[in-house]
């Protein structure tokens, strides 16, 4: 019987060392195929660095790739390992509209500060020490497109990857003089003071839906197979505080795989967000394209081998033909300890990835309706 589930890893450059060498990627994807993984999710943007030799970096920042890479190219060099032994490579765009982490905007703001998020008070948008880009500013939009569309265009990738910072905005953003003057032209107001007030949060977050359906469309005027997935936060917590609107993503068909990042540290905590997901969020049809984000290591946690095997059981129970652990070194903990526990267990038989028609099961019923119902939901956005 030949199983179809998603077995994802995501691959970091933060308290990991995997991306440094070539040496070292190649046994990484040697020792994820033997543990039966089948696709990995490798950074290829975060710290307002590339992690691959990018034209559009060089020619807006004078910076072609992570300066620690210099003389590789590290995405090219996963792609060739992971096809050594067929795993799929989705490249992913960790910081998304994030400029930099407790930098003051880094680099990127610093060469182009109106570019730069704003609050209410005019200050630099920052929350959970990331400083953050305006996810709402065509300019700024155009070059997330430009690096996404690089990627797609110049390496044999099998899609790309989105998270909670892509497409993302935090709630308290979007007080600068052009948002401000957009909302205004709608409204005959200038936005509420009040970051979460309903219609000025669902605005926003309208702004970043029709930005993410530019990218799918673009990503699959390159190659239609190519997978567009994001790893987005909870909703609705998402969309309170990150302006992340994924049920209407999914109803409009612009994300093929999802992966709400489930990340609770006990089993009762990981079920009681999956139930939800599965009854309130997805449909029969949507539910093939979900397989939720778990929490591997953070820090000094590493989840138990119970759990573990606890979190993969429960979500084959509910329906769910996948999961995405949070990251790499948490395999190589303890001596390969949670490694082992998939190889022998969960993971024991082998698994091909599901096929873009297995994910897009809703798509062929749904074709005929979505554009009357985007016509309908734009007609209600803007009232």
Known sequence: MNIKEIRGIWLTTTDSKVLRSKQRIAEAMDFLAETGFNVVFPVVWNKGVTLYPSQTMQQIFGVEIDPMSVGRDPLAEVITEARRVGLKVIPWFEYGFASSYNLNGGVILQKKPEWAALDCNGNLLKKNGFEWMNALDPQVQEFLLNLVLEVVNNYDVDGIQGDDRFPALPCEGGYDRGTIARYHQQFHQNPPQNPKDRQWL??????????????????????????VSVAPNIYEW??????????????????????????????????????????????????????????????????????????????????????????????????????????????????SFPTLSDLSVARASNKRTSSIWQGVERFFRNL
């Open 202 to 227: 669902q605005w926003r977050a309208n702004i970043l839906i029709d930005y993410w359906a530019r990218l799918y469309s673009e990503v699959k005027a390159v190659n239609s197979e190519l997978l």
């Open 238 to 351: 998402a969309l309170q505080e990150y302006l992340q609107d994924s049920p209407t993503w999914l109803k409009q068909g612009i994300v093929d795989i999802i992966h709400p990042q489930i990340y609770r540290r006990e089993f009762n905590s990981y079920t009681a967000i999956a139930d939800k997901l599965v009854n309130q969020q997805f449909t029969d049809a949507t539910l093939p394209r979900l397989a939720p984000g778990i929490l591997m290591k953070l820090g000094t946690y590493c989840m138990s081998p119970e759990y573990l095997v606890q979190a993969i059981e429960y979500n084959r129970q509910l329906g769910i033909q996948g999961e995405v652990f949070f990251f790499y070194e948490g395999l190589r903990e303890n001596n390969n300890a949670l490694a082992k526990v998939l190889r022998n267990g969960p993971y024991a038989q082998s698994a």
